[in-house]
């Protein structure tokens, strides 16, 4: 049985609490990196990061890529879409053939 | 010349003979796992775009209702309203076997079956715009989870290809040349000094015969 937890700036996040995830605001990259390193070790399945944040996490956040669990998945923030999560697509895409050869165009 | 130091024994040489059987018959099969991790993920990788865009358009539609929510009402009222939610979500994860790579799938249960626990608040201090907003997210929790699932599974699998596909690589461009280019190696020194025994035999025979029968002082003496 594994939970799901967001982490992100508060604003971004709140309305999942009502949905009933676990929500995690974050003020700073230090406050994120330690309450992350705590969740993804925490039997938590799948861990919504906004985009904001996960740029400035994106070690750490490699190390967890290849692991079976959890599933980190980037979310856009209020603030706007910053476009990392479909870089993060068309990464695996690249990482996979050797180029983008699929979404490459778009 | 082989590259690296082999002895040309034919002990050697059987030993090498069948690491290239393995070696050959493993590029095949690691050629074969590559091919069909790709169509795979091929598959999934597109749906897990569209699924993306789709999420990242719902989040952004609920980011908006909530701005507006929360223009139309105080803070603490809105801190108030969400702290408290009634509604659970739990995951289960069965593991899916794609080309032996473990991949998780997600099945998501809600604490309590009621749709309307997702508004954790009473409603006579919040605004309408709130029940909106948090619907917008609840309608969009479904397409995330799939999309979580999705996205880790193209992950998983595009690290698996990568693997597979040096593998593959260095067998047929190392490994394979390698051992063929040490078999043939083996192959002609073993050759080489059969002959060079054969010849060190017809010598002696022939120093033997000499010996024996003094060919030599023979064709002298006529």
């Known amino acids: 049985m594994y939970k799901v937890a967001v982490i992100g700036g508060y604003d971004s996040i709140y309305g999942f609490a009502a949905l009933g995830l676990d929500t995690y605001p974050v003020e700073n990259s230090a406050e994120g990196v330690k309450i992350f390193r705590q969740l993804a070790d925490g039997g938590y399945g799948v861990i919504y990061i906004t985009e904001a944040l996960a740029g400035e996490l994106s070690a750490e956040l490699e190390k967890y890529k290849e692991q079976y669990l959890p599933a980190v998945i980037q979310i856009p923030g209020v603030s706007g879409n910053t476009g990392a999560g479909i870089a993060g697509v068309k990464k695996s895409v690249e990482q996979a053939i050797g180029s983008d050869i699929i979404f490459g165009e778009q | 010349m082989a590259k690296t130091q082999v002895n040309p024994t034919r002990m050697e040489l059987t030993r090498l003979k069948r690491k290239l059987v393995t070696a050959t018959r493993g590029h095949k099969l690691l050629k074969d796992k590559r091919d069909e991790l790709m169509r795979q993920f091929l598959d999934m990788v597109r749906d897990n775009m569209a699924l993306r865009l789709r999420v990242e358009e719902g989040i952004k539609a609920a980011n908006t209702n909530f701005v507006i929510a929360k223009a139309s009402m105080s803070e603490e009222t809105l801190h108030t309203a969400l702290m408290a939610p009634k509604q659970e979500v739990y995951l289960e994860a069965s ?128």
């Open chain 2, 95 to 222: 593991t899916k076997n794609v080309m032996s790579v473990d991949i998780p799938e997600f099945d998501y249960r809600t604490r309590t079956a009621d749709t309307n626990d997702i508004y954790s608040y009473g409603f006579a201090f919040t605004s309408g715009d709130l029940d909106d907003a948090v619907k917008s997210l609840a309608d969009i929790l479904p397409k995330m989870l799939e999309l979580a699932q999705k996205e880790k599974a193209c992950q998983l699998l595009s690290s698996e290809i990568e693997k597979t596909r040096r593998r593959v690589n260095a067998l047929e461009h190392v490994i394979i040349p390698e051992t063929q280019e040490n078999i043939k190696y083996i192959t002609m020194k073993l050759d080489e000094n059969e002959r060079s025994s054969q010849i060190r035999l017809l010598k002696v025979k022939d120093m033997m015969l000499e010996k024996a029968h003094h060919y030599q002082e023979k064709e002298v003496s006529w």
